[in-house]
């Protein structure tokens, strides 16, 4: 089974389950722990109907099978790790993981190994007095802040890039620490309770004979118990440490080695290309179109260990042509070194910030929208500066929302018009984003122009292109001053769609190719074969008067969706 496949199928489902269910077992623990703060019948109610629940059969089989499923996945994807290089979050999730056991396992033990083989009444009085005064109670309570924090951690990974989760975290984030606060709180007020009820002979005696309290010789048995585990938790960590250097010795002895000129050198597993090679070992490398093979900005000369490279396949000699590289030159992106290598990077970084692959460019599929102000020069024409200023802001202001309220973003604005782009999940709900956001604005000019006209003021018209096409989303200008923009041919294929309304007389020109992607029903008798100024092939377009008009079409697609 390959590491990809590892990560991403049943072994992830399976830890995500088994950790939601132990994220669950601990807030209700915590939770429980917490309302010692009010009363101990509070806290032992709940814990009574919470043992209801967690000492069935049934429910204990799940407990402790999670338990250990997600102890072991974490092992195994520790061992198959190539680097123990990680992010911040991750290195402190795992850090995290591997401390809870040392102190979990204790806890485990003197609890339902007690209660199931010495029939103790491992009440949370019971784990209270078992603990206090001792280091034992901070050690628990470090495991309690452990434990959440760890949970917390890999919920936010798991939940991250779900829309409403940037949305509900600062909500979250104040559950977060309310739970182990209160959690704390009501251990230290219980504990103190108990603690001084304890402390008086007559009491003592009622609290052992009600816990049934183990016997000297059924502690030194937990305890053996409690040491053996931890022993075969060792062992299990240094079978994981084992495997993680066994593979990469074996690695390094299936690797080859890479030198870039004027450094660094770097040691890499066979049959990664030299562009995955640079990735993983953090050494900087251009790839615009991100290691597709659909550009040459990832290019290296090769120094050495040409001649044990295969020679370039037909789109990479085509690419390497187009640019008239020399014999030497290969796509890092295409290469797969397998003998000592020595290259130059063409578009070697100059040693100040490196750019990500964000900044360097992105390519996608989403809809373009192109909008412009008609008779705007006429309009303005003998207006102050400031009045034309006033009259633009008012009108952006008026129709932006309704570009944003899809999800757009307005990638320029250029005096009387402006560029948006659609940048969604996919192709076809970019294009609905788009469809949607130009029935807003016809229907947002409305209101504005009724505005205008209760002011004595004449109308605007507007004309506006969509299209929906390939596109590169980066950042364009000198580093350290560059902005995100948008480039490609169906920006300009939007922009000439809008200069069509003109002649036209109609607000929108929508490409067939975007009402195809959205799913919107129209009648093809309808649709004209434009010829295009800078476009090589006619694009098939709908004209339409008015674009609040395609609100019917837009909503029965949905409806059907819906259905």
């Not at 739970?179 to 001084?196: H, K, N, Q, S, Y």
């Not at 030198?259 to 290309?273: C, H, I, N, Q």
């Not at 030299?274 to 490398?285: C, D, F, K, M, T």
């Not at 309304?501 to 067939?512: F, I, Q």
């Amino acid at each position: 089974m390959n590491n990809a496949l590892w990560r991403g199928g049943w072994a992830t489902r399976l830890r995500i389950g088994s950790g939601l269910i132990l994220f669950v077992f601990a807030f209700f623990h915590f939770i429980n722990i917490g309302l010692g703060l009010f009363h101990t019948d509070y806290l032992h109610g709940m814990q009574d109907g919470r043992k209801e629940v967690t000492r069935h059969d049934a429910m204990s089989v799940l407990l402790y099978a999670a338990l250990f499923v997600h102890a072991g996945l974490a092992l195994v994807s520790i061992a198959q790790r190539r680097t123990l290089r990680m992010p911040f979050s991750t290195a402190l999730q795992v850090v995290l993981g591997l401390l809870i056991p040392l102190q979990l396992i204790s806890h485990i033990i003197h609890t339902r190994v007690a209660h199931e083989v010495y029939d103790v009444n491992d009440e949370m009085g019971y784990i209270i007095i078992l603990m206090w005064p001792s280091i034992a109670v901070w050690m628990q309570s470090a495991l309690l802040l452990v434990v959440w924090v760890h949970g917390c951690i890999g919920l936010h990974m798991w939940l991250r890039l779900t829309k409403w989760w940037s949305r509900t975290a600062p909500y979250l984030i104040g559950v977060a620490v309310f739970v182990p606060l209160f959690a704390l709180a009501g251990l230290l007020t219980e504990g103190r309770r108990i603690w001084a009820d304890f402390a008086d002979e007559f009491l003592r005696e009622q609290y052992i004979e009600h816990y049934n309290w183990p016997s000297p010789e059924a502690f030194q048995t937990l305890f053996s118990v409690k040491d053996n585990a931890l022993m075969a938790f060792w062992l299990a960590l240094g079978a994981t440490g084992l495997v993680f250097i066994g593979r990469k010795l074996w690695r390094r002895r299936h690797s080859v080695r890479v030198s870039y000129a004027l450094g660094p050198d770097v040691v890499a597993e066979k049959g990664m290309t030299l562009l995955e090679i640079s990735q993983a070992n953090g050494v900087p490398h251009a790839a615009l179109c991100g290691g597709k093979g659909r550009c040459t900005t990832c290019r290296v000369i090769v120094e050495d260990g040409g001649n044990a490279l295969p020679p370039p396949s037909d789109v990479e000699a085509r690419s390497l042509a187009a640019v008239g590289a020399s014999p030497q030159t290969r796509l890092a992106c295409q290469i797969r070194p397998t003998e000592p290598t020595t290259v130059f990077r063409v578009f070697r970084p100059d040693g100040g910030r490196i750019r990500g692959h964000a900044s360097q460019g992105e390519e996608r599929q989403l809809a373009v929208l192109f909008l412009d102000m008609r008779g705007f020069t006429a309009r303005t024409t003998g207006q102050l500066p400031y009045d034309i200023v006033f009259l633009l802001n008012r009108f952006f202001d008026a129709v932006v929302p309704a570009i944003t309220d899809e999800g757009g973003i307005v990638d320029k604005y250029m005096g009387d018009g402006l560029l948006a782009v659609f940048e969604k999940r996919d192709s076809a709900a970019s294009a609905r984003a788009g469809l949607n956001a130009a029935i807003a604005i016809s229907r947002a000019l409305d209101l504005f122009n009724q505005q205008l006209e209760a002011e004595g003021s004449p109308g605007i018209r507007i004309g506006m292109g969509l299209h929906l096409g390939d596109l590169v989303l980066g950042e364009i200008g000198a580093q350290g001053h560059a902005a995100k923009t948008i480039i490609g041919d169906a920006v300009n294929v939007a922009s000439r769609l809008e200069s069509e309304t003109k002649a036209l007389g109609v607000e929108l020109m929508v490409s067939n190719e975007l009402l195809r992607a959205a799913d919107v029903d129209v009648a093809q008798a309808d649709i004209r074969a434009l010829e295009l100024r800078g476009v090589s092939a006619p694009i098939p377009a709908l004209p339409v008067m008015r674009a609040s008009q395609l609100e019917p079409n837009v909503q029965k697609q949905e409806q059907s969706y819906s259905a």
